[in-house]
């Protein structure tokens, strides 16, 4: 199982990043994926999930309404839209698999992990 997150970068205040986590060794569409992100000094946060199909996501309110997590199964592929980026937005970000259904907002829920990409936000 691997899984590779892209995507991350130095932005200003307001402007928008694309992340993306190619999976392979496991059937994608199989599971339900997650997005997490780790400042530094903080503990890892839930950020963003999504189910086996797609039809299903879930957020925390610290990200709703200004992140968009989505997935191509034909591509083994997940991604994370974010608009309207804040310095608070600074971090780590990781993407994970299930172990079993969606919807997990607590880390053990997720038994693979992808190496994470930056993401910096100035001000």
């Known amino acids: 199982v691997q899984l590779q997150a892209s995507g991350g970068g130095l932005v200003q205040a307001g402007d928008s990043l694309r992340l993306s986590c190619a999976a392979s060794?496991?059937?994608?569409?199989?599971?339900?994926m997650g997005w997490f992100r780790q400042a530094p000094g903080k503990a890892r946060e839930f950020v963003a999930s999504?189910?086996?199909?797609?039809?299903?996501?879930l957020y925390p309110d610290s990200v709703k309404g200004r992140f968009t997590i989505s997935r191509d199964n034909a591509k083994n592929t997940m991604y994370l839209q974010m608009n309207s980026l804040k310095p608070g937005d600074t971090a780590v970000y990781f993407c994970?698999?299930?172990?079993?259904?969606?919807?997990?907002?607590?880390?053990?829920?997720?038994?693979?992990w992808g190496q994470g990409t930056q993401v910096t936000v100035s001000s």
């Open positions: 060794g496991f059937v994608f569409s199989d599971y339900g």
């Open positions: 999504i189910s086996w199909s797609g039809g299903s996501t």
């Open positions: 994970a698999k299930t172990q079993t259904g969606w919807g997990q907002r607590g880390s053990v829920g997720y038994d693979r």
